[in-house]
């Protein structure tokens, strides 16, 4: 009876070993074949007209965009927690509708394509990807176009006040129109408040290009007139 015992052990451990193993060789054939395809695209964006790197990127316009939009962005884990990261997989997916699921499919999706893209791609390839596929408003697509129709300037040459009203339009371009100035009940122009939010943040996050309340107002109400 104990050496039946015994040889039923070893089978059962045998068959739990050969299923963990199965599962891990399709996990990463997964891991590879998907990550491939990701990467692939990523690329071909980095193709396209008008794309900027990130040393064009001025430091303010990076470090504005990060704290607007994920100020935890470069302290995460590679586990799908980067809004950054999630916005450059949610372009991937739209492209592709075969994708698209149910709601727990599509977070599923977006969880599992994140760490694929995290643990392919640095952090700053993440953000210059990012602020090159952003939506600015009036169907602007791009940093180096926002620079250019809100201020016609190129991306490099952006002032601190610039740089800091741009990375907050990227939240909401619609409701941050830059050129409808949009106003609240309390006739407060949206899109001036998130930049001075974004400044006073800044601060709160250790940068030190924050700028002053009254620095962007007379700034930015004499320039968008």
């Excluded at 008008?50 to 995460?76: C, H, M, W």
């Excluded at 952090?123 to 809100?150: C, F």
Aim: aromatic share 10%; glycine share 6%; proline share 2%.
């Amino acid at each position: 009876m104990i050496h039946v015992n015994s040889k039923f052990h070893k089978i059962l451990v045998a068959c739990v070993v050969g299923s963990f193993l199965c599962v891990a060789i399709v996990a990463l054939w997964l891991y590879v074949s998907v990550r491939a395809n990701l990467l692939g695209y990523l690329h071909t964006l980095r193709d396209k007209e008008g794309y900027v790197s990130l040393q064009q990127i001025p430091q303010v316009l990076k470090n504005a965009t990060v704290v607007a939009e994920d100020p935890g962005f470069y302290k995460r884990l590679p586990f799908g927690g980067s809004l950054i990261t999630q916005q450059l997989v949610k372009l991937y997916i739209e492209k592709d509708k075969k994708y698209l699921g149910n709601n727990l499919e599509y977070n599923l999706q977006i969880l599992f394509l994140s760490f694929c893209l995290d643990t392919s791609v640095f952090r700053d390839m993440q953000l210059e990807l990012h602020l090159n596929k952003s939506w600015y408003g009036l169907g602007i697509q791009g940093v180096s176009q926002a620079a250019k129709i809100y201020f016609n300037k190129s991306t490099e040459h952006l002032n601190p006040t610039e740089s800091i009203v741009l990375a907050g339009l990227t939240r909401s371009p619609a409701l941050y129109d830059l050129r409808q100035g949009e106003v609240d009940s309390e006739l407060n122009i949206l899109w001036l408040q998130r930049a001075k939010d974004i400044s006073r943040h800044m601060k709160e996050y250790g940068f030190e290009d924050q700028l002053d309340d009254m620095e962007i107002t007379v700034y930015l109400l004499s320039h968008t007139q």
